[in-house]
Nanobody, 124 residues
Framework: EVQLVESGGGLVQAGGSLRLSCAAS????????IGWFRQAPGKEREGVSY???????YYADSVKGRFTISSDNAKNTVYLQMNSLKPEDTAVYFC??????????????????WGQGTQVTVSS
């Protein structure tokens, strides 16, 4: 059974940093795409960053240059380092995984396994 558990959220002032972790079990990252998504109150869930099965990183324009996605295959964990945080980054952050042995990532609707989410709040 695929399970994903996020951690690392919290309250931070604008300009600060947080590192989110997504610990995976029940599968290995080989042939899987992993994505970080977020959902702010009253807004639709949006993709933030992805890492393909072969390690290519993708970022939404809103976080490019501030967020970094990485994976530690030995720990079966994907990280999202978030720097220069802004109040508009406030949201519940989710990680998701899907079997996707390609050099890109699937649409959000195709991600079949999701974590429970972790709250990130950025104060101004």
């Amino acid at each position: 059974e695929v399970q994903l558990v996020e951690s690392g959220g919290g309250l931070v002032q604008a300009g600060g940093s947080l590192r989110l972790s997504c610990a995976a079990s029940g599968f290995t990252f080989d042939d899987y795409a992993i994505g970080w998504f977020r959902q702010a109150p009253g807004k639709e869930r949006e993709g933030v960053s992805y890492i393909s099965a072969d390690g290519i990183q993708y970022y939404a324009d809103s976080v490019k240059g501030r967020f970094t996605i990485s994976s530690d295959n030995a720990k079966n964990t994907v990280y999202l380092q978030m720097n220069s945080l802004k109040p508009e980054d406030t949201a519940v952050y989710f990680c998701a995984a899907e079997f996707w042995p390609y050099s890109d990532y699937p649409d959000q609707a195709e991600f079949g396994s999701w974590g429970q989410g972790t709250q990130v709040t950025v104060s101004s």
